[in-house]
């Protein structure tokens, strides 16, 4: 039964989804998106499932969208951006994602990366999360329920560590997780936010600042 529902749930909006998901590459595209690799993954990841039924005829619009417990799915051309910056380098093989929300990044992570591991300290969106990535077939995913403001210690290093949550300083801990030639990205401040790359240079971190975004805080402790 759960099978049929989500099969009526992915095929849904049926082919005008196609021409949709055409309309939101190329805005990303118009918006400075350059990577294809990228560009060929969000276009072909459904949006709409990681959002509620009530808003899927918005799943394609270049909005963040509620998703319950006070958080936001990321709109698409951040997901893109900060993907393409994150595999600006080259290939990565493991890659840590702190605030997976309903999975939408992980997702499109997934698909560039060997093996993603992403955390998340509220447990029913992990719940949200994890059945989205399964409806998806996506299999590299290590998901865990614990608060990511220090990373994910026992599995680390990675090559890149992403964060989609602002933090009011690059916390330190997680640039130890990172090996050298490694990729942090991540929204930086509180009203007014920048997204900043850190690469891992081995004597020194090079911090590099992108441009203005929105995001919703990192916060501490686990609901
Ligand atoms: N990556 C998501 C973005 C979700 S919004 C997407 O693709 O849409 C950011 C998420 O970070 C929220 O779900 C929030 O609960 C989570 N978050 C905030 N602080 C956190 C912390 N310290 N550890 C883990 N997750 C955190």
């Not at 929204?187 to 992108?210: C, D, F, K, N, S």
């Amino acid at each position: 039964m759960v099978a049929v529902m989500s099969g009526v749930k992915l095929s849904g909006i049926g082919m005008t989804s196609q021409r949709t998901r055409a309309r939101m590459l190329d805005r990303l595209r118009q918006q400075g998106v350059r990577d294809e690799e990228v560009l060929s993954v969000v276009g072909g990841i459904p949006r709409h499932i990681f959002v509620d039924e009530a808003l899927s005829s918005r799943a394609y619009e270049d909005t963040a969208l509620p998703i319950g417990y006070g958080q936001t799915i990321s709109n698409p051309y951040t997901v893109a951006r900060m993907t393409e910056i994150l595999f600006a380098a080259g290939k990565l093989k493991k890659v840590l994602e702190i605030g997976t929300g309903c999975g939408y990044q992980t997702a499109v992570l997934a698909k560039l990366a060997q093996e993603v591991y992403s955390v998340e300290r509220i447990a029913p969106l992990l719940v949200k999360a994890r059945k989205n990535l399964q409806e998806l077939r996506i299999g590299n995913v290590r998901l865990k329920h614990t608060d990511g403001g220090m990373g994910l210690p026992e599995v680390a290093p990675f090559d890149a560590i992403i964060m989609t949550a602002a933090a009011t300083h690059v916390p330190q801990e997680l640039l130890r997780q990172l090996v050298v030639g490694g990729r942090m990205v991540m929204p930086i401040g509180g009203q007014e936010q920048r997204l900043v790359l850190i690469e891992h240079a081995g004597q020194e971190y090079r911090e590099t600042t992108l441009e203005t975004v929105k995001f919703v805080p990192l916060l501490s402790g686990v609901e």
